[in-house]
């Protein structure tokens, strides 16, 4: 098969790449404001068609259960046509999706909103297919957690201002029980979506090449893309810990309004939602601080421990009481911050030519948050702080992944404590062996000199002492 020509991050000059950098990174913020606006209308579609907790996780069914029918659909796509190509097509069916929500709240159809909900999923789902495993090769694998965390950052951002939005024109006067606010809202993600499919059209995107990534790869000797998709254990596993942990990610926020309610100290929906934007700023603030972090420390090191942390708060936030309780829900969302990013980078790392397949694969797992939500508001119907039991499942799951990579590594190259480019430490070891190597031939080339030299000086004096003894005996 002829290896097509391609582009590897590393390869681009600075300009190109920080272009191509930010261009991406605006990606994030459109799911994010998606995002942060769906948690809360778990919660003012309760209020406005009188359905229960669980009848309104149909959002987050919609939503994720989309990312798990068609995100690898998407990888194939841009395996086939390229990075740019499907951000176009996610950008199209995110911004058809959101139109719709204008009829569904014209007519208040429940079902409509679930449907169209559907339709945004598709194409959010593709986005993050590109986005994420554009942002994860565009430069060196050593800091990939860290750029993905970066980027990312900027879906926090937005996935707060969505619940801001909804606290001060959802939640109060005439709007607290009808949907014309939403429809607005709404009509406005369809014209941000189109925005930006315009933007990507005039901007020429530079294509990373997943082949162009696997000969870099086997340049220094990494030929782990030889086996079949199906035995990169590491990117498999990698979807059951993103599937865990986004199942456990998308609970949590889901019923973060109810949960603040039903702690029972005197907070409406109003200041609930409010509160929940703040829990999303402090989403936030770690993400961004998990980008200093690893910039030093391994990532797989980092995720254990944040994982043991969110295993450890999502209990404490089922049995603790009051204020105690909403206290132990803004840890958990500090310490959810890397999580997501530090997962993708880690499955998807030195795929080589199945990068685009893997990668669709691990943004797949986002469709666990299509089955815990239900799983979790069947207990919160009964008692809300008790169902955040059910995350904890989820984030010991993924606790147990990045132990496992810990081990891994330690097994293979000895315990890593600091970050490090497996690429780059391998090409140092191919240059300082081939340096060794050349030095030893030189030695060996002197040595062998020095013996025939010192046998030639031998031969000499034997030939003088001969000629000395031939003139003693008259010869």
């Known amino acids: 098969m002829t290896v097509p020509s391609g582009t590897t991050g590393a390869e681009l000059s600075r300009g190109r790449w920080a272009f191509a950098f930010a261009l991406v990174t605006s990606l994030f913020f459109t799911w994010g404001f998606a995002y942060g606006l769906l948690d809360v209308l778990n919660s003012h579609f309760q209020t406005v068609f ?72 598709c194409g959010l789902s593709t986005l993050e297919v590109a986005a994420n495993s554009y942002i994860a090769v565009l430069g060196s694998p050593k800091f990939a957690a860290a750029r993905l965390n970066f980027s990312q950052g900027f879906q926090g951002v937005a996935s707060f201002a969505g619940p801001m939005i909804a606290s ?10 009808t949907l014309d606010t939403v429809q607005w809202v709404y009509l406005a993600v369809a014209a941000l979506g189109a925005v930006l499919n315009i933007l990507f059209y005039f901007c020429a995107l530079p294509e990373i090449n997943q082949f162009a990534l696997a000969e870099e790869m086997h340049e220094v000797g990494l030929k782990t893309d030889d086996e079949p998709f199906w035995k990169q254990y590491r990117c498999i596993f990698g979807w059951v810990a993103q599937t865990a942990y986004t199942g456990a990610q998308v609970g949590v926020a889901s019923l973060t309004v109810n949960y603040i309610v039903d702690q029972n100290i005197g907070i409406n929906k109003s200041q609930a939602s409010q509160l929940f934007s703040y829990c999303q700023i402090t989403f936030t603030v770690g993400r961004f601080i998990g980008v200093g972090l690893l910039n030093y420390l391994d990532p797989a090191l980092l995720l254990s421990i944040y994982g043991v942390m969110c295993s450890a ?74 169902s955040y039991v059910v995350p904890f499942t989820g984030y010991a799951a993924m606790t147990m992944y990045a132990v496992g990579i810990v081990i891994d590594q330690t097994i293979k190259g000895g315990f890593r404590f600091r970050t490090g480019d497996e690429i780059e430490e391998r090409r140092h070891e191919l240059e300082n062996s081939k340096l060794a190597s050349g030095s030893t031939t030189d030695e060996k080339r002197g040595s062998k000199e020095s013996v025939q030299q010192f046998e030639r000086v031998e031969q000499a004096e034997k030939l003088v002492a001969y000629r000395g003894l031939a003139g003693d005996v008259g010869l």
């Open 313 to 386: 708060f999502a209990m404490a936030t089922a049995f603790a009481p009051g204020k105690a309780g909403i206290g132990c829900l803004f840890t958990l969302f500090f310490f959810e911050s890397i999580c997501y990013p530090v997962i993708f980078t880690l499955g998807t790392k030195n795929l080589g030519k199945h990068t685009k397949k893997g990668s669709g694969l691990i943004v797949m797992g986002v469709g666990g948050g299509a089955w815990y939500p239900p799983a979790q508001a069947s207990i919160a119907d009964r008692n809300t702080r008790l």
């Open 168 to 177: 001060r024109w959802f939640f109060t006067g005439k709007n607290a029980t």
């Open 50 to 121: 009188g359905i229960t907790k669980l009848q309104s996780t149909l959002l987050q069914l919609a939503y994720f259960g989309a990312y798990f029918i068609f995100a690898p659909f998407a990888g194939m796509f841009m395996d086939r046509y390229g990075y740019k190509k499907g951000i176009h097509a996610g950008l199209t069916l995110y911004s058809l999706g959101a139109i719709f929500f204008w009829p569904s709240a014209k007519f208040e159809k429940y079902a409509g909103f679930v449907g169209c909900t559907f339709v945004i999923g």
